[in-house]
T-cell receptor
């Protein structure tokens, strides 16, 4: 596997379900990100992890719970979601050095539908 | 606060035409970075270019070129001799030079480019 992978690619879940999205990066990066992309809206940064530590939570509701067990893996645990949470969820990774900003490499995304 | 504006929501051209996608940004930082990404129908964002605020040289990569002008806070992207495969949504993004967290990208709303045969 190369680059950034995400599973599953598509997910349909009811409002009472619990599911998890998985992201894995094979680029040796030390920062990972979750984004939400809704129709007709800019990409919204949700969470940032740097060396496994969460460094940013962009006012995301608690029904989204991230987990980063190591620098290569990132999860997004979902529970009691709302229909408005239906969107494309994108994972990304990048190198990070203080005082700079490197390009992020994105996975193919998980298309989530909440019914 | 940072902001990126892509005023062109949709552009439609005929194959082989040149097309320019506009990007205007706002930031109070003196050190910042600008990016362009391509999102084809498959959904995955593809990185195209990264520029820092101290490098105003224009860049050309094949049919792609970028014009960075600090005086007008713009970072425009031109595709020469467009092809059907260039059809995608193109995003401009801005990031400050962070101290602690990873790169925090602020994206524009994107421009949907359709290249017709």
């Amino acid at each position: 596997e190369t680059g950034v992978t995400q599973t599953p690619r598509h997910l349909v879940m009811g409002m009472t379900n619990k599911k998890s999205l998985k992201c894995e990066q094979h680029l040796g990066h030390n920062a990972m990100y979750w984004y939400k992309q809704s129709a007709k809206k800019p990409l919204e940064l949700m969470f940032v992890y740097n060396f496994k530590e969460q460094t940013e939570n962009n006012s995301v509701p608690s029904r989204f719970s991230p987990e980063c067990p190591n620098s290569s893996h990132l999860f997004l645990h979902l529970h009691t979601l709302q229909p408005e949470d239906s969107a494309l969820y994108l994972c990304a990774s990048s190198q990070h050095e203080a005082g700079s900003s490197y390009e992020q490499y994105f996975g193919p995304g998980t298309r989530l539908t909440v019914t | 606060a940072q902001k990126v504006t892509q005023a062109q929501t949709e552009i439609s051209v005929v194959e082989k035409e040149d097309v320019t996608l506009d990007c205007v940004y706002e930031t109070r930082d003196t050190t910042y970075y600008l990016f362009w990404y391509k999102q084809p129908p498959s959904g995955e964002l593809v990185f195209l270019i990264r520029r820092n605020s101290f490098d105003e040289q224009n860049e050309i990569s094949g049919r792609y070129s970028w014009n960075f002008q600090k005086s007008t806070s713009s970072f425009n992207f031109t595709i020469t001799a467009s092809q059907v495969v260039d059809s995608a949504v193109y995003f401009c993004a801005l990031s400050e030079a962070t101290k602690t967290s990873g790169s925090r990208l602020t994206f524009g709303e994107g421009t949907q480019l359709t290249v017709n045969p």
